[in-house]
């Protein structure tokens, strides 16, 4: 059955075969470009149907079982408003990469790639769990990738290396988030959890500024904001537009629906949570962080994509502050909340203009360095006349975009300040105003840098802008000026995203009906920070400030970051794999030892037999002087049998002749008797003793 | 439910009776020979998948052969477990062996490489059916020593170096299972796999038991700091041998170490011990020192062999957490590190095959030289990483939440920086191979398919297609089998 709700699909379906058939296409670069730009017009129109139907049909598209937990897809109106608003900037930027990229290498990457990251964008806005969310963020964050790093000469690649690992840093941060979160509330869905987390084995804190780092990384808030100053300036201007009107918009989106929905409660409880309050607090200050950071190093820049790319942080600080007031009031944040989403969209508009308007420039001066352009407003006066309005629009000038929204923001300041009494929180109107201050400044200096005086390059490239860049660019500040003029219905419309979210409706209309954006005492607030600024940058011009190299001691990145990875990497290098070689020498001294023992045991064996052999030579020897010694004492035996025989024999012959002298005893040992027998016996006698003695004293000595 | 079949040593047998085949017919035909190669491996994974139906109908098939060993008898036994493993064993050594009759082409030995790759292949899978530890182990000692002839095939002295170390080690460990095996049959008179465990008391000689069991899977398993033969022996081998030691023989050990766990000695009893903590202890230092010591290394093939000890670390942390999702995650890595690492090898294999670049640093320009082989290391890289929707990131998903429900924020926090480790040693061979001044620079004439023969090709691509789609699949069977696993080794614990 087709139902409604595959549409979801489309959006981001679409592009994905859109780059396989830019891929297929590679012989063919008409044909690609009308697949780029087709494809690109058809998902604005699904996401245009997608947002037309989805307040009166909530569109849900559930697969359980895919990538083991189950994607889904159930815009929220914050959602469906964003995706319309990237997939629209998104057709755009791809007609206008179709003239601006024809003479580049590699577009066939370029086109599909671009197109990939469009589909991750659109599905980060259209998914309806953080677990589908992460998925297209990675998606976005690899496939942007070779827009990044486009150009490929060394700073491309070191600015895509800052990019990446910040961007896989950041993921990971969000995956251990969604993790905590959906082990602690049973649910990755974009809904209340509040309660749930309360009490559970999570702090619901940790949680929430896991979230904030997360989608920091991709927000740009300071200190995470690392990698845009790199990776802004060196890609091609289409991926800048894109990367600065879509993806920055992811990390606002995440943490908007974070703190707005995620960590709101869903039952109406008496008592209000500290957290969202606590969270929004310290957002506040970090977003001024964000502002005035950003604010100020875009000041230093002399390279025009640079001080954009500090212009976008500092941008984004404003609507995180706005986001940050809407988290601390709670229920009664509409109007922030409201003014967080405008903002949010007009800088998504204005940033992509801007960058867009500075590639036409780039394409004719082949240069983006302050000190080689100037006097550009002779040689393209419809790009600086768009630039003008941009410019304008960013300060707040009434009638333009940014008036509206920054007004909002004010307003929103206000109520915070007023809502607990929180002293402090009255620091943050002048800190606002200062950011305000310091905008106009460096704007002031990137548009006489670029367009006024006189130009101070080397020549202009003979490249013909066509008539498609013109047209994208009217069409940036055609929108720019509509919204400036009807800001109500805008605002209409972006209050109408605050559906489902912790902000109650009923308040939020209330706040905006009060809100009087046409009276003159808001043009003259409006006025106040510009003249200030033309003051600000005629002194520092007068004074040459900002025209040198930005002190290094500024960067965070030199202080935090590298030090950090590169301790890691050190780490790893030196410790780690020290530690594997010593495991391995271990087993290597082990081998060693093993081997002399099995020697020393062999040592001993060989003494064992020589044992042995000692103790049969030493037996064999005593058995042979034992065999002498009886062979002797036979032949002693034998002797003294003889000897005696013969004695026995001489008496009975001395009995018989003795018959005359009877009586008479026989003389023994009268010398006549010493006859040769018994000499015999004692000369045996005395050999035995002589043996005896010599086996005797070998035996024991 | 448990029927008897002796079909189920069929798998076993077949390969075991095709080395000794091969040995005979090897020196009229070579032809024949690495088609009954390949036909061992084909033949073992249909007939284990032809089991498919009877497995999930929630049925263990055992074959006893009392008379065979008397005392202990021989017995096999396919459950959920045995049948996931033995299915991603078998098709993937399917695929390498596809992939090396073509690779191998180049080398020497090659009638002593066919028998003893299908040798190693019949103790792989062995160990993998047996139904108790003697059988188990003397399969494991079949498939150990057989995949020394793959380890040293190269002959030279780093090689023979490296499967002296192999051996030592690995008889070290035979030896000190045998011991275990031997103390387990005194306690408990027995020794066959069951579900639940055996009766056995907690004792110092059930404790040294365990102990040995460590020793001898960890070995295997390139438990730091048994692991030190891994990252010498894998690099020498040739590279569809490391594919098949990395991929396939290295889970060996980790899938004995499951079914000692849950079967010899209980999930019971493994909650009341603290053993478990020793465990985690060593797969945590094993997931970071693999992770950290891969950054530093500029072999290729040492790279990815540090980056098995890491990954087995995964496994063995999933094991030692005892939680359903953990388990889950280990068994389900076991599938995915298969696939992964067989074919980052074969990846890297069809490199040094076709350019003979083993460095990292010499890989600039070529994803445009050999884009096929460079997406296919990229997709396999990335899954390991864990980018979403690719292989990977579903291991680590469920091997995240099951530390979470042990309570280990800390283990949640080392997989996700050994993520970014992963991140940090592959990333830039593929940045190296497809982006950068140099690429441009080295930017070669275009082959077609690679210059590769297609009997490399294909089980590449493959591989990587697996990587990328099945969890895109509307009915994942191979998480759905990890479950089941799981499941059934969990629910009969209780």
Redesign the interface.
Same mark, same amino acid.
């Given at each position: 059955m087709l139902s409604l709700d595959l549409l979801l699909l489309v959006p981001i379906l679409l592009p994905l075969c859109g780059a396989a058939l830019v891929f297929l296409l590679r012989a063919h670069r008409r044909l690609q470009e009308v697949v780029v730009v087709s494809t690109a017009f058809l998902t604005l129109g699904a996401v245009a149907a997608v947002y037309h139907v989805n307040p009166g049909h909530r569109l849900e598209l559930i697969f359980i079982h895919l990538v083991d937990f189950g994607l889904s897809f159930r815009p929220t109106h914050l959602g469906a408003l964003f995706a319309l608003i990237s997939a629209g900037i998104g057709a755009l930027v791809s007609l206008y990469a179709m003239s601006y990229m024809r003479s580049s290498h590699s577009q066939t990457r370029f086109s599909s790639f671009l197109l990939v990251s469009l589909s991750g964008c659109l599905g980060v806005f259209l998914a309806g769990d953080y677990f589908t969310l992460f998925l297209f963020f990675e998606i976005m964050t690899f496939a942007a990738y070779p827009l990044v790093i486009h150009d490929e000469d060394d700073e491309a690649m070191r600015a895509g290396d800052s990019y990446l690992y910040m961007g896989v840093t950041g993921g990971l941060v969000l995956l251990f988030g969604i993790l905590l979160l959906v082990w602690s509330a049973g649910t990755a869905d974009i809904v209340p959890v509040l309660d749930r987390l309360q009490g559970g084995a999570v702090n619901p804190y940790l949680i929430a500024i896991i979230f904030l780092i997360g989608f920091g990384v991709k927000a740009g808030l300071i200190p995470l904001h690392v990698w845009i100053p790199h990776a802004y300036p060196v890609a091609p201007a289409p991926a800048t537009a894109l990367l600065a009107g879509v993806m920055g918009k992811t990390g606002f989106y995440g943490i908007l629906s974070v703190l707005a929905v995620t960590l709101s409660s869903s039952l109406p409880s008496q008592e209000v949570s500290a957290l969202p309050i606590n969270i929004g607090f310290a957002l506040i200050w970090v977003a001024l962080l964000t502002i005035l950071g950003g604010a100020v190093m875009a000041l230093l820049q002399n390279n025009v994509k640079r001080l954009l790319a500090y212009s976008s942080i500092s941008q984004m600080g404003y609507v995180m502050l706005a986001v940050g007031c809407a988290a601390y009031l709670g229920a009664k944040g509409g109007l922030p909340y409201t003014a967080a989403v405008f903002h949010a969209f007009n800088h998504a508009v204005l940033k992509a203009g801007l960058f867009i308007m500075m590639g036409s420039v780039y394409l004719r001066t082949g240069s983006l360095e302050l000190s080689k352009l100037g006097g550009m407003a002779k040689v393209l006066p419809l790009t600086a006349l768009a630039t003008l309005v941009a410019t304008l629009s960013v300060i707040g000038v009434p009638g333009l975009s940014g008036f509206g929204s920054k007004k909002l923001i004010q307003y929103g300041i206000d109520k915070a300040a007023a809502y607990h009494g929180e002293p402090v929180l009255a620091w943050v109107g002048p800190l606002f105003m200062l950011g305000s201050v310091l905008t106009v400044t460096y704007l002031i200096k990137l548009y006489y840098g670029v367009f006024l005086g006189s130009y101070r390059g080397r020549g202009f490239s003979a490249a013909k802008e066509g008539s498609i860049i013109p047209a994208v660019l009217a069409a940036f500040a055609g929108g720019i000026v509509a919204i400036g003029l009807f800001p109500e219905r805008v605002i209409n419309m972006m209050a109408r995203s605050a559906t489902a979210t912790a902000v109650d409706f009923g308040m939020m209309a209330e706040q905006l009906g009060a809100v009087k954006l046409w009276t003159a005492s808001s043009y003259i607030a409006g006025v106040i920070p510009v003249a200030l600024g033309v003051v600000v940058f005629l002194a520092a011009r007068r004074y040459r400030f900002g025209t040198g190299p930005v002190p290094c001691w500024l960067s965070v990145e030199a202080l935090l970051y590298r030090p950090v990875t590169q301790g890691f990497l050190r780490f790893c290098c030196n410790y780690v794999t020290r530690v594997e070689g010593g495991l391995c020498d271990l087993y290597d001294r082990g081998g060693s030892v093993s081997h002399s023992v099995f020697r020393r045991v062999k040592k001993f064996d060989d003494m064992l037999g020589e044992g042995y052999e000692t103790a049969q030579r030493t037996t064999s020897l005593v058995v042979e002087q034992a065999r002498g010694l009886e062979q002797g004492l036979g032949q002693a035996y034998d002797s003294v049998g003889q000897a005696a025989e013969d004695i026995t024999r001489r008496i009975r012959n001395e009995a018989a002749g003795d018959n005359g002298a009877a009586g008479q005893r026989p003389e023994m040992w009268n010398p006549q008797n010493v006859t040769l027998g018994s000499l015999v016996v004692a000369a045996v006698m005395l050999m035995v003793l002589l043996v005896l003695y010599t086996v005797g004293s070998r035996i024991w000595q | 439910m448990q029927t008897t079949s002796v079909a189920v040593i069929l798998p076993v047998m077949v390969p075991l009776l095709l080395a000794a085949v091969i040995y005979a017919v090897e020196r009229r035909s070579w032809r024949l020979r690495n088609s009954l190669s390949v036909m061992a491996a084909l033949a073992s994974f249909l007939l284990v998948v032809q089991h498919y139906r009877t497995i999930m109908a929630d049925t263990t098939i055992v074959a006893n052969f009392p008379q065979l060993l008397p005392p202990l008898g021989v017995s096999f036994r396919l459950d959920y477990l045995g049948f996931f493993v033995a299915t991603v064993v078998s098709f993937v050594w399917l695929l390498v062996t596809i992939y090396s009759t073509a690779y191998m082409v180049k080398e020497h030995a090659k009638n002593r490489y066919y028998p003893f790759s299908v040798l190693t292949l019949a103790g792989a899978m062995g160990v993998i059916l047996s139904g108790d530890l003697i059988t188990f182990f003397l399969f494991f000692e079949v498939m150990s020593l057989s995949a020394y002839v793959l380890i040293i095939h190269e002959e030279t002295a780093v090689a023979m170096r490296a499967g002296y170390?192999y051996l030592?080690l690995t008889i070290i460990g035979g030896l000190s299972l045998l011991f275990s095996v031997i103390a387990v049959f005194q306690q408990a008179g027995r020794v066959s796999f069951t579900p639940g465990g055996l009766p056995l008391e907690i004792t110092a000689l059930t404790f040294l038991a365990f102990l040995g069991f460590l020793v001898g899977f960890g070995i295997k398993a390139g438990m %730091? $700091?048994l692991h030190?033969w891994l990252p010498e022996a894998h690099p020498v081998a040739p590279s569809p041998a490391s594919a098949l030691l990395s991929g396939l023989m290295l889970k060996t050990g980790a899938f004995g170490l499951i079914r000692v766990t849950y079967q010899i000695f209980g999930l019971e009893m493994m909650q009341i011990v603290m053993w478990r903590d020793q465990l985690q202890l060593l797969a945590a230092i094993t997931i @970071?020192?693999g992770s950290?010591?891969a950054?530093?290394q500029d072999d290729i093939k040492r790279r990815l062999a540090y980056s098995s000890v890491g990954q087995m670390g995964y496994i063995l942390l999933g094991v030692g957490l005892l939680t359903e999702r953990a388990l889950i995650g280990a068994i389900f890595h076991i599938f995915a590190h298969a696939f992964m690492k067989s074919s980052l090898f074969l990846a890297a294999g069809a490199i040094i095959y076709s350019t003979g670049k083993r460095r990292v640093s010499e890989w600039v320009g070529l994803g445009r030289k050999m884009p096929i082989t460079m997406s296919v290391f990229t997709v396999a890289a990335?899954s390991m %990483?864990g980018?979403?929707?690719l292989v990977g @990131?579903?291991s680590k998903?469920?091997l995240?939440?099951g530390a979470?429900?042990a309570?280990s924020?800390a283990y %949640?926090?080392l997989l996700?920086l050994s993520?970014?480790?992963n @991140?940090?040693y592959y990333?830039p061979l593929i940045?190296n191979a497809f @982006?950068?001044?140099g690429?441009?620079h080295a930017a070669q004439a275009k082959t077609r398919r690679d210059n590769l023969p297609l009997a490399m090709l294909a089980p590449m691509v493959a591989l990587a297609a697996v990587i990328l789609l099945i969890?895109?699949l $509307?009915?994942?069977f191979a998480?759905e089998l990890a479950e089941r696993a799981t499941y059934s080794l969990f629910t009969t614990a209780r």
């Open positions: - | 170390r030592i %730091v $700091p030190i @970071f020192l950290a010591v950054i530093t990335l %990483v980018v979403p929707p @990131f579903v998903w469920e995240a939440l979470l429900d309570g924020v %949640v926090l996700l993520s970014l480790m @991140f940090i990333f940045q @982006f950068g001044e690429v441009a969890d895109l $509307p009915y994942n998480l």
